[in-house]
């Protein structure tokens, strides 16, 4: 006799959420979690929970800000502008993603000037 393996609730909501996505409704648990987890320093888990939202949720430009956010913390400034460049192109007033690419642009003209001056 097979025994049937029951799925836990965290399984159940994850099928839930890929069956209901693309939803502006959806993602918004997770983007929670990130930021709190970013307040840990815990970037790469938030990492995730941030990717989850947006895939979830491809309609809000916060959550590819705040990822932006957290790829500038683990010092991927590339694919941190690039992210705030799509929060920018949903929400042409997005904060967040402004500064990003600000600080990130800074961090490019120092590269820039240390290598010269070598």
Same mark, same amino acid.
């Given at each position: 006799?097979? &025994? &049937? &393996?029951?799925?836990?609730? %965290? ?52 959550? &590819?800000?705040?990822? %932006? ?11 941190? +502008? ?27 003209? +120092? +590269?820039?000037?240390?290598? +010269?001056?070598?």
């Amino acid at each position: 006799m097979v &025994k &049937k &393996k029951r799925k836990g609730t %965290a399984e159940k909501n994850e099928l839930r959420e890929e069956l209901l996505r693309p939803s502006r409704h959806l993602g918004y648990d997770r983007d929670i979690l990130g930021l709190h987890l970013m307040r840990r320093e815990a970037y790469l888990i938030a990492e995730s929970q941030f990717r989850r939202a947006i895939w979830l949720n491809p309609f809000e430009p916060l959550f &590819k800000a705040h990822l %932006a956010v957290c790829l500038y913390e683990l010092h991927h400034y590339s694919e941190a +502008k690039d992210w705030a460049g799509k929060a920018l192109e949903q929400d042409s007033q997005n904060e967040v993603a402004f500064r990003i690419i600000h600080f990130v642009e800074q961090m490019e003209i +120092k +590269k820039d000037l240390k290598t +010269k001056s070598n």
